[in-house]
Structures are given as C-alpha cells and as structure tokens.
C-alpha cells in the first residue's frame, strides 16, 4: 500500500506445501497482519471539522478521502480501527530522537507548544505513492507557491519573515511526506497549522479478524473462496460446504468456533441431502460439542427441538412473520398440516389467541410441538391417539375457547379431509411444504357443499384461505400448452398451474393446460402469488394464497355446473 514497509501480501497456500494443524492454527504467524501508518499531527478542536463532512465548522471534512478507514482489510476487523489517537508521549525510534534535535523540529515545537494534538490515521496507498511526472509538479507547483506569497506579502519584514518560516515550513513539510495529497488539502491543513505526524504501528491479533478473513489466509489455493455462508439454529452452527473444501472441514469448523463462541458451541456440516419422509438430513459434527438439543427464540417465544430428528429454517422466520401480520386475524381457526415442531402455530396462538389444529407426519416434530405450545403458557388439547387417521369428529372449536390447541400425527391427505368434518371450516389452512404440498390439496373434495345437521348457512358461506408453498422453476423459452396459449410462464405461474393440477387434475391428457390463474379465479379462489426466495440456481419458493370456495369444492366432486 505505497511503500515496502506497509505493504502485505497474504500467503495463499498451494496443495504441495499446506500444512495446517486444526488444533495449532491460532500460532500460526501469517494471522497476525501488522500495519505502519502514516498520521497527522491535529489539534485536538480541529479533529471533529476535518472528519466530519457535515460539520459547520472549517475544513468540512477534508481528510475523509485520506483516513485509514479506506483500508480494504480493516473490512475484516472487529472492533472497528480507531482513526484517531493520542500522541505517543514518548519517542518511537531512535531516527525519532535525532529529528527531536534537528533545527525543523525545534521549528515545529514552536509552532504547536502547549496546544494539545491528537494523531489521525491515513491510507498509505492515498498520500505516499507519486509518479515521477508528479513529483516534478509538485516541486514545481511548491516553488511558484512560495513566490507568490512572498509577492504578495505586506508589511514589515517581521510579517515576511513569519509567512516564510510558519505558512511555507509548514506546506513543504505536508507536500514532502504526502505527496498524493491534492494543493487544496494541504493548503488548508497548513492555515491549521497541522503537520505530519510520526508513523503508526497497529498489530491486528487473528482474534480481531472476521473467520472469512481468517480461513482465507488458512486454506490452500484450491479450497478458496472460504465458505461464507452459514446458518445459526440456536447454539449450532450448520454448514453446507462445497466439494472443495469437505477435506478442511475439521479446520473451518474450528475457525469458526473460536471466532462465534460462546454463542456457537456445535458446528455441522450437512452430509448428504434434504430427504425422506421427514425431510431431515444426516450431520457431521467438524467441531465443538456432539450436542444438536437445540433452545432458540423467535419473535418471544422460546422453541426447543432436536435438529437430527427434524426439519427447520430458520429463513422462513420472517415468513412467518408476514403471515401472522398481514394475512391472521385475532381469534381466527388455523389449520397446519404440517406444523413440524410448532414454530408457526404455536406464534398464531401466543400472538392471535387462534385456535390451532395442527399435524406433522414426523412423530417427534409432533410431540416437539405440543412441548413448545405447553412451555409457551398454550393449554394443549389432550389426544387419545397420535396415530395417522386422527380426525376431530368430537371436537368443537366455539370462537370463546381461545386455548382450544390440538396437534395429531398423521397423514396430511387425511387430515387435510377430515378438517372437513369439523363443525366450521377453518379460517386458514397453512400448507409449507414446497416438494409436494400440491399433491395434498385433493383432499378438499371431501369438505361439504350443502347443509349439515346444525349448521346455518352463514358457516356454509365462510370460506378457508389456503396458504400453501412450492418449488417452482419459470419455463425455458417458448412453451406452447393446451389451450393454444405458446407465452412462456414465470415461477409464479408455474406455481399455480401446480396448484390447479393438485386442485382438478386434467387426466390423462397429453399435454397439460397452463396459465389456469383465470380458470381458478372463475370459480371464486382469487389467488394470490409472490416469490419467496431462491433456493437454487432458477428456483423459487412461490407462495400461493386461495380460497377454498364451494364453487371450487363442487367442481372437485364433479359438478360441473357451477
């Protein structure tokens, strides 16, 4: 960064001579990054005017494009760089002592006595390097600048003889040791009486350095970038590395640890996919405790679960959250057919005093559910079986039983249907399971048209919103569809023609009808759709949002006639 002494270059380690100890890599010496820097001398009441561009006071910031702070590397650190320090009380070298003695720093003294000063740090690589092209202007410019004020100097030689030896020492000694610095900078330092400081050592221990910073001075050629991306589930770290750098896994586990303790006390690699009936994936523990007994909170609420035995992100907190707010209503009927360990319903009835019905296939999701509801002050339902086929035939949901909370294990399919066996429809019908949660969505044929026993026709008029995730990738190019339509479809079209498939399949046909939005809306589901996240190159998280209308439930039992 200008000069030998404050330029760094950082090892990059080919695969011939790595040779890290996952244990040891705290001693290594290429961690610890050691920066000379050069300093002004300013006084202490100027130092806010001249970093602070918004000051009203003179200098409006004039050193802000030269501070230390334009370091790329101190991106890395933590705490941040302090720009501005008191001045060493005693001298630094014995180069130091000799300029103490020497007639210009006797000069300089003089010049400053008794006002207090502070250093501020600067940017190499901004003030010290100059061509040789620029050095010629500069003596130049330096030479024509102290004509003109000895020209324009007025008075007695006592007044010459003071701009001489204060205004002009003060700009060649700024111009010598700053030579990128711009004419106006140094001018207006010099009318300050700022001059250049000593040189700033600042050693920067690894324990101040982000791990990304760490791992990549760490890791060989072939390992890098490091890895940068990760997700907190309580006091475990999970990681989902790339081929590259599974060999050092142990080593960037380890970094990682000893950077995020103690709030990080596990790190895990996912080995493998998102699979299986549960959607969990197998783990390696590379570091800390073999402990995944996972205590977290969202938004208040304390949550506990095992991470081996079940599925969560925590990226689908601020869904979540956009739901309770924006779509859930104080008091309203949720339905969630796969409610994992309760993070959502167990919110929707701390938060809106909802009424709750709740399933997972997963037995220990189910029973991580009911033991959140009850720990969050939730009078959970007692239920003489979790087994699949649970249904809620006795059950009354009265809109005054606020603690009404019951969570079964089972089949969604079969839950989906027997919600409609209940005494009214449920306001809400959350369905986050983007690999298949279409496929679910037959089971509303089962739900009621007509008048049962009891009923009036203000619970038959009601209808459920179903708020339901899938994958969803937009079309490639041209694609022409059944119904002669060849526009290609974004993610969010694809999403609800998935929708509609799972909704009123079309057969067998051959080739399948697309852009079904109207089709669905004809029968009074104003569906709504947004995109979610990315989960992979091209594809998406897309939330539709339906209702669920009896127009809808008669064209799903073959009525045709709507």
């Given at each position: 960064?200008?000069?030998?002494?404050?330029?760094?270059?950082?090892?990059?380690?080919?695969?011939?001579?790595?040779?890290?100890?996952?244990?040891?890599?705290?001693?290594?010496?290429?961690?610890?990054?050691?920066?000379?820097?050069?300093?002004?001398?300013?006084?202490?009441?100027?130092?806010?005017?001249?970093?602070?561009?918004?000051?009203?006071?003179?200098?409006?910031?004039?050193?802000?494009?030269?501070?230390?702070?334009?370091?790329?590397?101190?991106?890395?650190?933590?705490?941040?760089?302090?720009?501005?320090?008191?001045?060493?009380?005693?001298?630094?070298?014995?180069?130091?002592?000799?300029?103490?003695?020497?007639?210009?720093?006797?000069?300089?003294?003089?010049?400053?006595?008794?006002?207090?000063?502070?250093?501020?740090?600067?940017?190499?690589?901004?003030?010290?390097?100059?061509?040789?092209?620029?050095?010629?202007?500069?003596?130049?410019?330096?030479?024509?600048?102290?004509?003109?004020?000895?020209?324009?100097?007025?008075?007695?030689?006592?007044?010459?003889?003071?701009?001489?030896?204060?205004?002009?020492?003060?700009?060649?000694?700024?111009?010598?040791?700053?030579?990128?610095?711009?004419?106006?900078?140094?001018?207006?330092?010099?009318?300050?009486?700022?001059?250049?400081?000593?040189?700033?050592?600042?050693?920067?221990?690894?324990?101040?350095?982000?791990?990304?910073?760490?791992?990549?001075?760490?890791?060989?050629?072939?390992?890098?970038?490091?890895?940068?991306?990760?997700?907190?589930?309580?006091?475990?770290?999970?990681?989902?590395?790339?081929?590259?750098?599974?060999?050092?896994?142990?080593?960037?586990?380890?970094?990682?640890?000893?950077?995020?303790?103690?709030?990080?006390?596990?790190?895990?690699?996912?080995?493998?996919?998102?699979?299986?009936?549960?959607?969990?994936?197998?783990?390696?523990?590379?570091?800390?405790?073999?402990?995944?007994?996972?205590?977290?909170?969202?938004?208040?609420?304390?949550?506990?679960?095992?991470?081996?035995?079940?599925?969560?992100?925590?990226?689908?907190?601020?869904?979540?959250?956009?739901?309770?707010?924006?779509?859930?209503?104080?008091?309203?009927?949720?339905?969630?057919?796969?409610?994992?360990?309760?993070?959502?319903?167990?919110?929707?009835?701390?938060?809106?005093?909802?009424?709750?019905?709740?399933?997972?296939?997963?037995?220990?999701?189910?029973?991580?559910?009911?033991?959140n509801a009850s720990k969050n002050g939730i009078a959970v339902m007692p239920s003489n079986s979790v087994a699949i086929g649970s249904n809620f035939d006795t059950i009354s949901h009265e809109r005054?039983?606020?603690?009404?909370?019951?969570?079964?294990?089972?089949?969604?399919?079969?839950?989906?249907?027997?919600?409609?066996?209940?005494p009214t429809s449920p306001d809400h019908l959350i369905m986050n399971f983007p690999l298949a949660a279409a496929d679910f969505l037959g089971a509303l044929r089962w739900w009621p048209t007509s008048?049962?026993?009891?009923?009036?026709?203000?619970?038959?008029?009601?209808?459920?919103?179903?708020?339901?995730?899938?994958?969803?990738?937009?079309?490639?190019?041209?694609?022409?569809?059944?119904?002669?339509?060849?526009?290609?479809?974004?993610?969010?079209?694809?999403?609800?023609?998935?929708?509609?498939?799972?909704?009123?399949?079309?057969?067998?046909?051959?080739?399948?009808?697309?852009?079904?939005?109207?089709?669905?809306?004809?029968?009074?589901?104003?569906?709504?759709?947004?995109?979610?996240?990315?989960?992979?190159?091209?594809?998406?998280?897309?939330?539709?949002?339906?209702?669920?209308?009896?127009?809808?439930?008669?064209?799903?039992?073959?009525?045709?006639?709507?």
């Amino acid at each position: 960064m200008g000069t030998e002494e404050d330029e760094r270059t950082t090892p990059n380690y080919s695969d011939d001579n790595y040779d890290i100890n996952n244990d040891d890599w705290r001693k290594n010496p290429i961690l610890s990054d050691t920066y000379i820097l050069p300093t002004v001398s300013v006084p202490a009441d100027r130092v806010h005017s001249l970093l602070n561009s918004g000051s009203g006071n003179g200098g409006g910031g004039i050193l802000v494009p030269f501070l230390a702070s334009h370091i790329a590397d101190f991106d890395h650190i933590h705490p941040r760089i302090k720009l501005v320090r008191d001045v060493p009380k005693s001298p630094l070298s014995s180069d130091q002592k000799g300029r103490n003695e020497s007639t210009d720093n006797n000069k300089r003294r003089t010049l400053n006595k008794c006002i207090p000063k502070k250093l501020v740090l600067l940017d190499p690589s901004r003030v010290l390097s100059l061509s040789r092209n620029q050095k010629e202007y500069r003596n130049k410019h330096n030479r024509e600048h102290q004509e003109n004020h000895l020209t324009e100097a007025v008075g007695s030689k006592e007044t010459i003889q003071q701009q001489t030896n204060q205004q002009e020492h003060i700009h060649q000694q700024l111009c010598q040791s700053f030579p990128l610095m711009d004419e106006n900078t140094i001018e207006t330092l010099a009318s300050y009486s700022i001059l250049p400081g000593p040189n700033f050592t600042i050693s920067i221990p690894y324990h101040r350095q982000t791990p990304n910073h760490i791992l990549s001075k760490l890791l060989p050629s072939s390992a890098h970038p490091p890895p940068t991306g990760y997700e907190q589930i309580g006091h475990v770290l999970h990681l989902n590395l790339k081929k590259r750098h599974i060999p050092h896994r142990h080593l960037i586990g380890s970094v990682l640890l000893d950077r995020l303790s103690p709030r990080i006390r596990t790190v895990v690699h996912k080995v493998g996919e998102v699979g299986g009936p549960y959607r969990t994936y197998d783990m390696e523990v590379v570091a800390g405790e073999d402990d995944t007994n996972v205590s977290l909170v969202e938004d208040g609420l304390m949550i506990n679960f095992d991470l081996r035995k079940v599925y969560w992100s925590t990226r689908l907190s601020g869904e979540r959250t956009r739901l309770l707010k924006d779509c859930i209503r104080d008091g309203d009927v949720v339905a969630d057919a796969f409610c994992g360990v309760g993070a959502f319903c167990v919110r929707a009835a701390v938060e809106k005093g909802c009424v709750v019905y709740a399933n997972d296939l997963n037995h220990s999701a189910v029973l991580y559910c009911r033991d959140n509801a009850s720990k969050n002050g939730i009078a959970v339902m007692p239920s003489n079986s979790v087994a699949i086929g649970s249904n809620f035939d006795t059950i009354s949901h009265e809109r005054e039983s606020e603690t009404t909370f019951k969570v079964v294990c089972g089949d969604a399919f079969d839950f989906i249907q027997n919600l409609g066996s209940l005494p009214t429809s449920p306001d809400h019908l959350i369905m986050n399971f983007p690999l298949a949660a279409a496929d679910f969505l037959g089971a509303l044929r089962w739900w009621p048209t007509s008048l049962r026993s009891g009923e009036n026709a203000k619970s038959l008029s009601k209808r459920t919103r179903v708020h339901l995730y899938t994958f969803a990738r937009a079309d490639e190019g041209n694609a022409s569809s059944a119904n002669g339509n060849t526009k290609s479809r974004d993610a969010m079209e694809v999403a609800v023609d998935l929708v509609a498939e799972g909704l009123i399949p079309e057969g067998g046909a051959t080739e399948k009808t697309k852009f079904r939005r109207s089709f669905l809306n004809d029968l009074g589901c104003n569906v709504v759709t947004r995109e979610v996240r990315d989960v992979a190159p091209g594809k998406v998280v897309i939330y539709v949002s339906f209702d669920v209308s009896r127009s809808l439930v008669r064209f799903m039992q073959g009525d045709f006639m709507v």
